[in-house]
Structures are given as structure tokens and as C-alpha cells.
């Protein structure tokens, strides 16, 4: 008898104007641009053939719009979760990655990881939402031991959701990428943990 696995399929939301344009997007909702929509169109064409149970999103409309197109499919409950939006920048959302690069050093993406109680103004610190999307991966894993479940959110969001399910270390985490309407792949096996068999997959959105 075969030991029973759960597999989370992980979608980062197409590209939006703001993707673009290099501006910090955090919680601003700004919505799919006609490309993001054809990315999200590709993945779902990609994974039309595969079993899921269930879906969950940022409630962000580029990250729940991503997963009506790809849920087309396989007509699933899509689940909204707060836990899922991105990392909150208050002030700064709107702004360019370089001029928020010359606010504070912990705001620089490579260095972001090392101040993770450092909170921009009216906005999130890297702790804040590792305690968010921790609590989430818990939950998840409960409800859901031995199905497969698709999750679209965000940059930021993800490489921690991902680091969470593999046990990278904080520090890390900035080595790992997703880019828009990426693919990232990790099954949960009672025996062997987690095993990552994707990351990052992006070639069916470019061709």
C-alpha cells in the first residue's frame, strides 16, 4: 500500500505594470497587465492535467485573478487568504526598487534578510510576515495531509512560504527566485519530508 503524499504546486502571480516598472507593489493592489494575464494563461494551460483538490491565493486581485485563470481548469475551491498577500512596504509602496534601496539598507533585497525586525514606515518586517505565512503553512498542512493543492501569491511571500516547507534558513532566502507566473513544485512525504522536484519553472511563460 502506498504511503500517502501531499503536493503543493506554488504559482507566483503574473506581471503587472508595476512589475515592470521596478516599483514596490506590497499590498497596493495593482492588477494583472495584458502579458501577466497570457502568463497566467500558459501555466494554467500547463497544469490543466494535473489532480488538485484545492486552490488558495492572496486575496491581491493580480495573485486571485492568476488563480481563476489557471482554476478554469479544474474548477476547484479557490480559497482567499489574507496570510498570502505580500510583504506590507506602507510608505514606500509605489516607489521604485532604487529609490527604496536609498531609504535603508535593510530595505536593499540581498540585505533585507539580515533586518528581519526592521519595519518600514506603516509597513511589515521580514518577521512579521514569516510569523503570518509560518502559521499558514502549518494550517494548511493540517487540513490537507495526503492531497494536492495549488497556492498563488507573491515575491516576497513565496520565498518564504517555500524556505518554510524546506527548512531554509532566514539568511537564505534571498537565494531563492520566483519569477512572474513561475512554477515551483514540493511534495510532503510521510517517509523522506519534504522533496523539492521544481522551482522556479518559467520557460512555459516565455516561449
Request: glycine residues 6%.
Amino acid at each position: 500500500m502506498s504511503t500517502p503524499k501531499t503536493m503543493i504546486y506554488i504559482v507566483r502571480h503574473g506581471e503587472t505594470d508595476w512589475n515592470i516598472g521596478s516599483r514596490m507593489q506590497g499590498h497596493t493592489d495593482i492588477p494583472l497587465n495584458a502579458k501577466g494575464r497570457e502568463q497566467a494563461r500558459k501555466i494554467a494551460s500547463h497544469l490543466k492535467e494535473i489532480h488538485l483538490d484545492i486552490m488558495y491565493t492572496s486575496p491581491l486581485s493580480r495573485a486571485y485573478e492568476t488563480a481563476r485563470i489557471i482554476n478554469v481548469h479544474h474548477k476547484v475551491p479557490v480559497i482567499t487568504d489574507v496570510s498570502l498577500r505580500e510583504r506590507q512596504f506602507g510608505d514606500l509602496e509605489g516607489k521604485t526598487y532604487e529609490e527604496v534601496n536609498k531609504f535603508h539598507p535593510a530595505l536593499i533585497f540581498s540585505e533585507t534578510w539580515n533586518y528581519p525586525d526592521y519595519h518600514p514606515p506603516g509597513g511589515e518586517s521580514v518577521n512579521d510576515i514569516r510569523k503570518r505565512i509560518t502559521e499558514f503553512t502549518t494550517t494548511i498542512l493540517q487540513k490537507n495531509s495526503g492531497k494536492s493543492m495549488l497556492i498563488v501569491s507573491h515575491g516576497v511571500a513565496l520565498r518564504i512560504l517555500i524556505g518554510t516547507f524546506l527548512g531554509t534558513p532566514r539568511e537564505q532566502l534571498d537565494r531563492l527566485h520566483m519569477g512572474n507566473a513561475a512554477l515551483t513544485v514540493i511534495e510532503i512525504s510521510q517517509v523522506h519530508g519534504p522533496i523539492l522536484h521544481i522551482i522556479n519553472y518559467q520557460a512555459i511563460t516565455e516561449s
